[in-house]
Structure formats: C-alpha cells, structure tokens
C-alpha cells in the first residue's frame, strides 16, 4: 500500500485505549482528559478485523499503544488475535511499564516481538513530579526481568530542559552491560508539551559523546526508521535519537495510527484521516474498509508542520497513541 507520495505504508500503530495509571505532565493535563464513553472504543474484534484488513493491504508491523495499553481488559486475547493473523515484522507494544511483569507471561505467549518502555527519569522524586504516582521501582523491576527473559526492548526517553536534562548519562547507561537499545525523543509540541522546552537530538549527542566518546552510525539502519541508532564504544546496547523537530523523517514515513475510537489518523500533527467504526459497525465488507483505507492513505500529508499556525492536532498524545 502505497499513499499519493509513493511512500510504502506497511506499518500500524493501534491505540487501545485513552485510558492510562499515570498523569505524565506533558501527556496529560493535570485535570486529566474526558474519556471516551465505552461504547465509541472498538472492540477488540473490532481491531482484530481492520488489523486483518491492514495485512492484507501491506501492513507488515503492529504496535500497540494507548494511553497505557496494559490497562485494556482481555488483552492477551487480542495479542493471541494479531499472532494468528501473521504480520511478518511483527507485534510490538510500547508501555510505561508499571503494570509490565503480572503481563510479560501472557506477551510471550503471545511471542511479543519487542517492548518499548516510556522512562524519562532514574530518580525517583523526578518520577513522581513527571507522572504523579511513585511506581518508578516497578518499571525497573520490570524492565530487568523482560531483559532476563529475552525479550527485546528499547527505553525511550523524553528529554525536557529543567526536567531531566542533569540524568542524560545515567539514562544511557542503561544500555552499557545489556543489550538494551535506549533512545533519545525530541519533545513535540503537542497539547501539554507545548508548556515544555525540548533538548535537540544534535545537544544529547554531544553531552553524551563526551562521557562515552564518538558514536559510529548503524549500518543496519532501516530508511523508514525514525531513530538514528549509533553502536558506543563499549556498550551493549545502542543509543538512539528521534528528531522530529530538528531532523524530520516525514520524506520516508511508513506508519498510520488507528485511535482506541476507530480513527485512521494519517501524521501525528495533522487531524487527517477517516472513521473507520461508522462504516465497520454498519457492516460493511472488507473490500468497502480497504477501499476506504487506501483512499485515505493516498491523502497522507507529505510532512507535519508544528511550526505553522495553530499547527498540531487539538487532543492531548494519551488521546492520539503516539
């Protein structure tokens, strides 16, 4: 599946849920958002049957997101779904992490291709301040027994100035003595992050390198690979960067979102896209959501704007899915 630029679209990102445990400070607003009424969520069959539609339209990769996907009921259900149905690249989940170890038995099962772990900080004082709850310990103690069992899995961290900015090394050292790959987000801003100064990937690089010394560019980097990923001298794992801010990527974008409400939403910063549940729950066949797929796709924007007027979609990330 291709859109209107040429791009190949093979990957799918599905939002679960708006629901999540925490309250990060530039996710979710203090006073929290309005959730959607449980009726307008798609079912897990629901999901199930657009995934199979998206497979057979190209769709290589899954990965699952909320809100905090873990808080969805009858979640290994779905994961066990999505294995049958077969994507060659795999099914992944990003998470916070807090409810991670009572699920990692249920993602092997379900042969879980990877976990992406939200961890911005190593303190626990930071931790509280940054999502409103003390559950740091349980997001490491997490983080060790899915390394133990094999599972492979990426830290991301949000670096945000005044914030995190003086645990850069420590966060990064996550990656010396195991194979863990951790890497650098640019803060976008969307809803609550706009109240938040980014740290460009091109400053991390540098206050890292001089700690660990010179990074040297994967030769296995992927095009539609949004993270540039460097091997470090004497690490285990890789360190990463995501610039979406200083270095778009949008010229080799493969990816689509579908939100926890059944909307296909084309690019992260614009309101594009097409409801998908109206036409599924009025029982129309695959062909009818394929064609309706492709033809949205086909108006993929060429790149996301933030720096235009008003640019940015009006939810709040816990809402999109990231």
């Known amino acids: 599946m291709r859109d209107g630029l040429g791009r190949q679209i093979d990957y799918l990102r599905i939002s679960l849920t708006d629901k999540c445990n925490l309250r990060c400070s530039y996710c979710m607003p203090k006073e929290g958002v ?6 307008r969520i798609l079912s897990l069959e629901e999901t199930v049957r657009i995934a199979s539609v998206m497979r057979n339209l190209g769709i290589r990769k899954i990965r699952l997101t909320g809100g905090e996907p873990l808080v969805r009921k009858n979640l290994a259900h779905l994961l ?3 294995d049958e149905i077969g994507f060659p690249d795999g099914v992944y989940i990003t998470t916070n992490g807090t409810l991670l170890k009572e699920h990692l ?8 291709a990877g976990i992406n772990i939200s961890l911005d900080t190593l303190r626990p004082e930071t931790f509280c301040r940054l999502t409103g709850e003390d559950m740091l310990g349980s997001v ?7 390394y133990d069992r094999g599972i492979r899995l990426r830290i991301n961290c949000v670096p945000i100035r ?5 645990e850069l090394i420590d966060i990064a050292n996550l990656a010396k003595d195991r194979r863990i790959d951790v890497r650098f987000i640019e803060l976008m801003p969307i809803g609550c992050g706009r109240e938040y100064e980014r740290i460009p990937s091109c400053e991390i690089r540098k206050i890292l390198e001089r700690t660990f010394g010179t990074f040297t560019a994967c030769d296995d980097e992927v095009k ?9 001298p004497d690490f285990g794992g890789r360190i990463g960067f995501i610039s979406p801010m200083s270095e778009p990527f949008c010229a080799s974008c493969n990816r689509i979102r579908l939100t926890a409400e059944g909307f ?9 896209g097409i409801d998908l549940r109206t036409p599924l729950r009025e029982n129309a066949d695959d062909a009818k959501l394929a064609d309706l797929i492709i033809s949205a796709v086909r108006r993929k924007a060429a790149s996301h704007d ?13 809402q999109i899915g990231g």
């Open 224 to 232: 539609a690979q949004p993270a540039k990923m460097y091997e470090v």
């Open 264 to 272: 296909l939403k084309l690019c992260l910063e614009k309101p594009d």
């Open 105 to 112: 038995d249920e993602l092997e099962a379900a042969h879980i």
């Open 162 to 166: 005044g914030i995190n900015d003086d």
């Open 140 to 146: 490491l103690d997490a983080v060790y027994e899915a």
């Open 80 to 82: 066990h779904a999505l």
């Open 306 to 318: 933030f720096s235009a007027s008003g640019a940015g979609d009006h939810k709040k990330m816990v």
């Open 34 to 39: 309005n959730i959607i009424r449980h009726e």
